[in-house]
């Protein structure tokens, strides 16, 4: 998310973005050709959706952060063998992921608090991302 800043007197448009003159502007885009009086101030904040990237290649509970609150998206890959899990509870149904599946699910509130997964031979790769 670079913040840039328009040096001129005034309102230049670029990129599909507004720029009043001497107001600094973070956008969520790059702007390879900057017009004249406009400069790129920061590189940062940087976009960082990843909330967890994890390799599970054994049974275990993966509990969320209390921070994952809405709006994020759970993707489970299995990338050898097969995987099972199941969401919050040891009573709900399983879902079985076979090598080169996978699954996605967006929620946009905390539905998902915990993951279950039963593996005897396997891996599967658990990320979780701002949406």
């Known amino acids: 998310m670079p913040k840039y800043l328009n040096s001129g007197t005034t309102v230049i ?3 599909g973005v507004r720029f009043e003159p001497n107001v600094p502007v973070e956008t969520y885009q790059w702007i390879p050709v900057l017009p004249t ?9 940087y976009l960082d959706p990843i ?18 609150t809405g709006n994020y998206k759970v ?3 299995c ?20 090598a080169g599946e996978s699954d996605d699910y967006i929620c946009l509130s905390r539905t998902i608090n915990d993951i279950r997964f039963t593996i005897s031979s396997g891996t599967v790769y658990l990320t979780i991302r701002k949406i």
């Open 13 to 15: 448009e670029a990129g």
């Open 37 to 45: 009086d406009l400069t790129k101030v920061s590189d940062s904040p």
């Open 51 to 68: 909330l967890l990237s994890k390799a599970i290649t054994s049974t275990s509970t993966e509990t969320l952060a209390t921070t994952i």
């Open 75 to 77: 993707v489970l890959y």
């Open 79 to 98: 990338s050898a063998g097969a995987v099972s899990y199941k969401f919050n509870s040891d009573s709900a149904t399983a879902r079985v992921l076979g």
